[in-house]
């Protein structure tokens, strides 16, 4: 089992930026998927982002052009800065792990389907003011 513990959530007014970060601690394989997932008041939970061993990402529409999702492997480190922030993104924002399937081998393929995980950290929250 993997502990997830995320951090670097706040209060920014639209336009501002902030900068997330989720440690990991236990067994990651050298093949992972890890991802960014968040929660709006009154919505379902919905996929942001997610990255790959490898280094490769992928971005739902919402997140792309303004979010950067990034690991650090040796220190089991996600982090995610988000950019251009505007009210739509207020939610808590959780980390999740899959730590021996890639986010292909995931049955949603892209990691952004937050079924696919049965990891994820208790959340950060994030509020963005107009």
């Known amino acids: 089992q993997v502990q997830l513990v995320e951090s670097g959530g706040g209060s920014v007014q639209a336009g501002g930026s902030l900068r997330l970060s989720c440690l990991a601690s236990?067994?990651?394989?050298?093949?992972?998927?890890m991802a960014w997932l968040r929660q709006a008041p009154g919505k379902k939970r919905e996929g942001v982002a997610s990255i790959n061993a490898d280094g490769s990402t992928t971005y739902a529409d919402p997140a792309k052009g303004r979010f950067t999702i990034s690991v650090n492997k040796a220190e089991k480190a996600l982090f995610l800065q988000m950019d251009s922030l505007t009210p739509e993104d207020t939610a808590m924002y959780y980390c999740a792990i899959d730590p021996i399937m890639g986010c292909r081998g995931l049955p949603g393929f892209k990691g952004l389907n937050p079924t696919d995980f049965t990891m994820r950290g208790p959340g950060t929250q994030v509020n963005v003011s107009s």
């Open positions: 236990g067994y990651i394989s050298q093949y992972f998927c």
